[in-house]
């Protein structure tokens, strides 16, 4: 069974620091490029940005570029979420999604994960 796990989330202070995890069980993890998204109550997903196979990474939202940044071990199946600066407006349930090889976007997505909660504290 594909599965997705994120963990780190939780409250924050503005200008705080989080980290978030994405371990992977199920596929092969070199395969795939792992992108993250979030939703914010009320508003549809975005995505904001994705580390393909070959490690180049994509910004989906312009916002988060220069706060935060993305990183994949892969033997240990787990893509990681730095983000810095954080803002109110960045409080969301965040996902973690799975596409094989390249960064494609939310429309081709082959597994999300449950999702974490970040809450920021103004």
């Known amino acids: 069974e594909v599965q997705l796990v994120e963990s780190g989330g939780g409250l924050v202070q503005t200008g705080g620091s989080l980290r978030l995890s994405c371990t992977a069980s199920?596929?092969?993890?070199?395969?795939?490029?792992i992108g993250w998204y979030r939703q914010a109550p009320g508003k549809e997903r975005v995505g904001l940005l994705c580390?393909?196979?070959?490690?180049?990474?994509?910004y989906y939202l312009n916002s988060v570029k220069g706060r935060f940044t993305i990183s994949r071990d892969n033997a240990k199946n787990t893509v990681y979420l730095q983000m810095n600066s954080l803002k109110p407006e960045d409080a969301a349930v965040y996902y973690c999604?799975?596409?094989?090889?390249?960064?494609?976007?939310?429309?081709?997505?082959?597994?999300w994960g449950q999702g974490t909660l970040i809450t920021v504290s103004s």
């Open positions: 199920g596929i092969p993890h070199a395969d795939y490029a």
């Open positions: 580390i393909s196979t070959n490690d180049a990474i994509s």
């Open positions: 999604a799975a596409q094989r090889h390249n960064c494609r976007g939310g429309d081709a997505v082959d597994k």
